[in-house]
Nanobody
Framework: QVQLVESGGRLVQAGGSLRLSCEAS????????MGWFRQAPGKEREFVAT????????YYADPVKGRFTISRDNSKNTMYLQMNSLKPEDSAVYYC?????????????????WGQGTQVTVSS
């Protein structure tokens, strides 16, 4: 059974940096695209970043382009989100997700496994 566990969320000051991690169980991690999504109170879940099975293809939501970097280490069954120049608008619960195929996918319906989420709060 697949389990995804996020870690690294915490309170940070605006302009600061944070790295989120998502560790997956099982032996099939390297076969699938992965993604990060976030949800702030009162708002819909939104796409943040995605990466294909090998790490060779990535896509980012416009609000985080140039500030966030998604990566993966298949030998460790782990995906990362490096978050730099953080803004209060980035505050949300961040979710790790595993896709249904090898492709990078920007829509939530491309994913079938989700982590429990990790809280990121950016103070001004």
């Amino acid at each position: 059974q697949v389990q995804l566990v996020e870690s690294g969320g915490r309170l940070v000051q605006a302009g600061g940096s944070l790295r989120l991690s998502c560790e997956a169980s099982g032996n099939t991690f390297s076969n699938y695209g992965m993604g990060w999504f976030r949800q702030a109170p009162g708002k819909e879940r939104e796409f943040v970043a995605t990466i294909n099975w090998s790490g060779g293809t990535t896509y980012y939501a416009d609000p985080v382009k140039g500030r966030f970097t998604i990566s993966r280490d298949n030998s460790k069954n782990t995906m990362y989100l490096q978050m730099n120049s953080l803004k209060p608008e980035d505050s949300a619960v961040y979710y790790c997700a595993m896709g249904t195929t090898f492709q990078a996918m920007t829509a939530p319906w491309g994913y079938d496994h989700w982590g429990q989420g990790t809280q990121v709060t950016v103070s001004s």
